[in-house]
């Protein structure tokens, strides 16, 4: 799944500038799997910028992908957070790390919160896009909000004081979902692989379907803002003109 979506993503006219992954990069998160995770991604020539989700193993990724430079040393503590920024493009890149061991759900600390609030302090005229695994929002798929991303008001709060915040980035959902957010506009990507039911019932049972995978393709220009496509992954037949064409 995940080397046909490298393959989509190698074959796109024009290349993207960087690929974002946002999370659950393996099943069990064990070295093992970072090694082949690598392998997988190696083909990409852009720069590549991950975030763990509730799959992956903190420690794992960090030791893994360690060379990449982007990741923050180990500060040994309880939870020893995967956040970091990424400057070097017309848009600013904020990635928080949503994960608590052991568990589905997500959840950002006081420290982060405060900590992302001084990042985007530091810059108030720059376009940023925040990268997160868990979405903040109540989506209406029952069983995945059970597991959004907890104490989402703080997050919230800081984002409305901070116009200059284009877009939050999640995973987890496994559904392409959009809303207008304190503010801004939180994106949820599509999965490569295999997607969540849609249903919106009280009581929506945890299952999946193979709908078409997908991954979104974020269009960055001054004059427009950020504009984000859905590029779905696989051989749908065509390209055909159009008769009047």
């Known amino acids: 799944m995940l080397r046909d979506c490298v393959d989509h993503l190698s074959a796109l006219d024009p290349q993207p500038d960087i690929v974002v992954a946002t999370g659950d990069l393996t099943y069990l998160g064990s070295p093992e799997e970072y090694a082949y995770l690598r392998e997988l991604l190696a083909p990409l ?8 989700g509730n799959h992956d ?14 990741f923050p040393e180990p500060s040994g503590g309880d939870r020893d957070f995967l956040n970091y920024t990424v400057e070097d493009y017309p848009l600013r890149l904020i990635a928080l790390d949503t994960v608590v061991p052991g ?3 997500g959840w950002l600390d006081e420290t982060q919160i405060a900590w992302l609030d001084e990042c985007l302090g530091e810059s108030p005229s720059r376009p940023t896009m925040i990268l997160m695994h868990h979405p903040p929002y109540v989506s209406g798929i029952a069983h995945m909000d059970a597991m959004m991303c907890g104490n989402s008001d703080a997050l919230g709060a800081v984002v409305a004081r901070h116009p200059q915040v284009e877009r939050i980035i999640c995973g987890h959902l ?7 957010w304190h503010g801004t506009v939180v994106c949820t990507a599509p999965s ?4 969540v039911v849609l249903n919106l019932g009280k009581e929506s049972p945890a ?6 995978p997908a991954c979104c393709l974020h269009l960055w220009r001054p004059e427009t803002g950020l504009v984000t496509h859905i ?5 749908y037949g065509g390209p055909q003109p159009f008769p009047w064409t």
Request: aromatic share 12%; charged share 25%; proline share 11%.
């Open 103 to 105: 568990k589905p759900g």
């Open 207 to 212: 299952e999946w379907i193979r709908e078409p």
């Open 231 to 235: 590029s779905y992954i696989g051989d």
């Open 57 to 70: 193993g903190r420690g794992a990724l960090r030791e893994a992908f360690a060379d990449q430079g982007y």
């Open 192 to 195: 490569p692989g295999f997607q």
């Open 45 to 52: 020539e852009c720069s590549v910028f991950l975030i763990p």
């Open 174 to 180: 496994h559904r392409p979902v959009h809303l207008r």
